[in-house]
């Protein structure tokens, strides 16, 4: 049986092929991210655990930032002179590392990073543990010279003696680049800038006598707990102002910084295998279903010599997991190949790990015959389960395909079942005023209509398809009658090709509608709350230095300049809750650039010392009003106690980090949380000056400052829009994939139709079709085939989109646009895609030898 | 398609009731050595108005001439012509062309496209063509064939007898200068064989059309005007009026000879 088996996935290698393929991506984009992010995370292990002091000693981050608030925390740098003279410490030093600096070329070109990675001012303090040496010039001295690192200056065309502008927070100064420095580790990817270290403290920090952190190194013989301990001993009661980390915890405090961003490429990847696995399963369910039909007469001889149901179930699972084996080899291969893409991409991208030092754990194969072996089973066990079926009477009866007949009963009641509980979990859904009860409910409505429209499909593809075909006889006669009639011919195998494609146009739909109305939204609320001629901040909401809002106050046709900023703070509520937020300060002029609603209050009680606005609906679920008193804990540890001044009544106060909407005036703000940077500053113009006028003067005054921008407000409206789009990449990306391996699935599906229909070709031509008719006859049902796939994934989508659209607006986005256009050329697109897959067993089909092709058994 | 009208009025070379003709007509397969000859410079005329049989055992190359007749298949040497048109050297698309405006087909089984119904079948060669199908003439040949309950029909839902005579109502239904038709009782019982043969004999008799069979059958071939018998690819015999017990006297003579050249009995290998 064994050898049938053998025999049997030989014979057909070629037409398994196709489910090889998508097996091999999907294996391929699971190991490939398993081992970029193995290899990307030992290489940091690596670097941190070299680079970190034996203990580090830092100012205490009371609060984990929510946004960068532009606020560097520092300690005295005398702390160094004091632990040195600590038992068992050899060396303690202090260090500057400021990120968030601004250095730009004399052409006044940011020579930082474009993936936004920081650019890090820090002092040259060069130790055995530096990660970086000196391989050209010399060390800076005095406050205009510095180094820069290799990577830096190769990509930005900077040598040494060139001129830069070093844009600290402290106000902007000319410096020389008097040396380049060269990683002798990996580089994650962030400019660095060396300046002498008096020059870092007063330069970069304000204060001659400041540093941002000291590194202690031990006396022989001192672990480093211990050092730990002491070094907290002798700090004495001060000791809780500050974190104390062993080189051990501040690789492991390092890694994690640098993880949220792993992650993502982490959890994007595994997005690209999912999307694999769910359209591959497709795939490869109709290429055994359609073997097994074809082989119908074949199992039933098998059976009729005495094969029992079993062995016959077992023969094709054989193949199933001959099948998956290989494609789980080749896919672990390719997955090698796509990590080493990646961590080449990411050394375009700065970040410089060597593709040599790769790390394969053992988990990544074991994953990666689990994920190709699971699919391949899991998918061929149906089919398996209808050949154990096949009588032994098959052998001799004509019936061609025994597949067609069999009743759909069980998927229409399992399909209605399972769509109604969708249906009613996404009106459900629709109805809540919960979010977090509405987006469960999204979420399960999702994955049941989606599972039932799977599950129905094959129903659909009856009337559906007699629709969109409808003009087919008309348009283009018999070939257009028998394309459409092919296409009908075996509903579950047009349902699972059209599957395939569906799940992703689905989720496009969805995410084109929920994305279309986020920007419809934001739309609305900019045009309703921005007052202000320009907004001139960074593009990724990076806070930037004083100096900048000072020229732009001393810009010729300023009227009125308002400054915002934003902090970190944790509040108590009344009702106990504790909630940690960004908070937003402003100016007291903010009615002049912003139109804000109050249920209660005024901007000026709003913004008034020692007092805070929130959101009303905020309010009344922390049982808060005006007039309370509420303990706020700043960042750098500061408390203090606001009372509420206002309560607003917005539409947008929650979503990205933010929750109660809480602001306060800029007084406040600057009290608790001082040395904090502008986030946005509001400019309207003077009276008698043209807004155009006004831009002109404001572009030619940041001209110096690569880092920040003037938006009017359809530039700001843009500045959102492109925000909301790099999600909406990552869709189109997803999509991609989805339609590669859907397409494959509609290649599959011809190209096995064609070698099953292969008699009846013959025939057609040589009563006289033509192979442009006969190419015409495939394309067509490609065609038919894609777009049902397309019209139901959109249907299902646009579904999916408006929900998600009723749960963004318990957020605030109230608006609905449905982006009709991008849905036409989905569907256009589709057809396309239809043409697309249809044109090598288009081009098989005619090619076929007429004689040999009637004469074909 | 423009000179689809003409092709029905005999043309010159035609004028002589040539419905088809094949001079020196040679077909080898494999090439060296290995080459084996299935037609060897065949002279053939088929006659217009005729029910021509071609006979002869496995191998002998009767199926092959009837491919190279009807454009199906190239042939290595020699020319045959479809009416006043030399078919030799036309490209496919040319060939295509011919067969669907000028050729009908019947062959042993798998004669009709199953997501087709009888009527749609039946008319499928204009359909392609893009050409209205001549009602009338369709009508005479629905009801000599006796189809008209059965039009609406798939091919899954008709007897072997029904769906061979929706094959030779499509061979009809443009009204071709030649019908040819490959074995088209050999998957059926007696009787329906019979009436299938009954209808291609008044295909030529009441409509006036040729018709060219290939069969192994003595009995359906006595149902033709000429029996052409084809030995290791040549025409080795003719027969007028045959009977079925004729043509099985003649057939053995085959077998005798074989037996005797190739020192082996009659080969049990069935021919497609």
Redesign the interface.
Known sequence: MLKATLRSFLAHKGRLLLSALAVILSVAFVAGSLIFSDTVGRTFDRLFASTAADVTVTPKETLDETVPSGQTLTLPAALADRLARVDGVAAARAEVDVDGITVADEDRESVSPTTGAPTIGTAWNPTERSPVELTSGHAPKGDAQVLIDADTADSKDVRIGDRLTVIGQEGSFPVEVVGIVTFTTTNPGAALVFFDPPTAQTKLLGDPKAATSISVDAADGVGDAELKRRVAAALGPGADTYELRTAEEQAESDVEQLGGFLDIIKYVMLGFAGIAVLVGVFLIVNTFSMLIAQRTRELGLLRALGADRRQVRRSVLTEALLLGLVGSTVGLAAGIGLAVGLIELMGLMGMNIRATEMVIGWGTPVTAYVVGLGVTFVAAYLPARRAAGVSPMAALADAEIADIGRPLRLRAVVGSVVGAAGAAALAGCAVSSETSSAASLLGLGVIMTLIATVVAGPLLVRPVIRVLGGAFPALFGSVGRMSQRNALRNPRRTGATAAALMVGLALVGGMSVASASMTESFDEQIDKTLGADFVVQNGNFVPFPREITERIRDTEGVGLVVRSQFTTVSVRLPDGDRVKTTAAGYEPELDEVANITYAQGDTPAALASGHLAMDKDFAEDHGAGVGDTLPVEFQGGRTAELTVGALTDQETAEGFGTQGGIYFGLATLEKYAPGGQDAAVYVNAASGTSAGDLRAGLEATLDPYPQVKVRDIADYKELVHDQIAVLLYLVYALLGLAIIIAVLGVVNTLALSVVERTREIGLLRAIGLARRQLRRMIRLESVVIAVFGAVLGLALGLVWGVCTQQVLALQGMTALAVPWGTIVAVVIGSAVVGVVAALLPALRASRMNVLAAIAHE | MSTAAAQHTPGPASADGTAARARGLTKAYGSGETTVLALDSVDVDITRRRFTAVMGPSGSGKSTLM?CLAG??NVSAGQVWLGDTEITGLK??EL??L???R???M?QS???????NAA?NI???M????KKPDEKWLDQVIDTLGLRDRLRHRPSQLSGGQQQRVACA?ALAARPELIFADEPTGNLDSRAGLEVLGFLREAVDQLGQTVVMVTHDPGAAAHSDLVLFLGDGRIVDEMERPTAEAVLERMKRFDVIRGQSDGRGPTSSEE?
């Open positions: 491919h199906l298949d496919d698309r295509t062309r067969r669907r405006d050729i009908g087909f062959f798998f004669n009709l496209i199953p997501t087709l749609e008319t499928l060669p359909d392609i063509a893009g499509r497609r």
